[in-house]
């Protein structure tokens, strides 16, 4: 080589060994037996896991449960007692009949829906007058019940009020669509004729307040509580004891025999 030439200078090593060192650092290559164990390990615990957990059962879809749309119903009835102002022995009270599933009949006090504008007592008036055939004028209150049922997809909350009645006119007759047989029915068997437990205790608040009637005159009783003509329109129920396909009879003057 001459003087005039320049020799190329030569690449260091360090410097691209420097370059290497600035990069992030590479994982030094395991074994590769122990490389192949931890990958067989691995393998086999997700296959305990796999095998470990319950396999899903195959079950039928549940149908989500229907919401049932609560209403409220307002109804009134009342105890018609014929012979009121006599001895007792002579007191009957007109009930009416209904027939159930079973084919029994239950007996209960007469009692509907208040209609739009009627106050309570005007109701418990007209539909003795539409179930049993015969007119009364109210006395005094008996109380109240409540309960609660489901029809045609609702869920129905109903409160009915009763009113002691004195009886003025007329002959039982079971011409309502929704009574089987009514019946006028010595007091003293009211608790074993009535069907239903609240009725009963009403029977028996009854008697209390014809005792105090014949004590001390119709001053003694209880003063009517205050209430108010109806201002809508409410949902009404069908009756629950009569199925759709229940032939009905229509039948005057009946007089039914309690079970």
Known sequence: MSDGEHA??????????????AGPPESAPQPAEHHNNSSGAA???????V??????????????????RTVHETS??????????????????????????????????????????ETAEQ?????????TGIQGSVLAALGSIDYWFVTEGRRVHKTVHH????????????????????????????????????ERRLAEVAGELIDRLHADGPAALPPLPRTSPRRRAQTHSHTRNRRPDEKTTRRTNGCGQGP
């Not at 095998?51 to 049932?68: E, F, G, H, T």
């Open 43 to 49: 393998i086999a615990g997700a296959k305990d896991q």
């Open 8 to 21: 190329r200078p030569r690449r260091r090593r360090g410097r691209r060994r420097g370059r290497r060192a």
């Open 76 to 117: 009134a009835g009342g105890l018609v007692i014929d012979g009121i102002d006599g001895p007792k022995d002579g007191q009957v009270a007109a009930l009416i009949g209904r027939t159930d599933r079973r084919g029994r009949m239950l007996w209960s006090l007469p009692k509907g829906h208040i209609e739009l504008g």
């Open 51 to 68: 095998n470990a957990q319950p396999k899903p059962q195959k079950s039928r879809p549940r149908r989500p449960p229907d919401r049932l």
């Open 163 to 198: 009113y002691l009645m004195r009886f003025l006119e007329g002959e039982l007759s079971d011409e309502d669509v929704e009574v089987s047989e009514v019946a006028w029915v010595p007091l003293k068997e009211l608790p074993s004729r009535l069907a239903y437990a609240d």
């Open 123 to 131: 109701t418990a008036i007209r539909e003795v007058a539409e179930e």
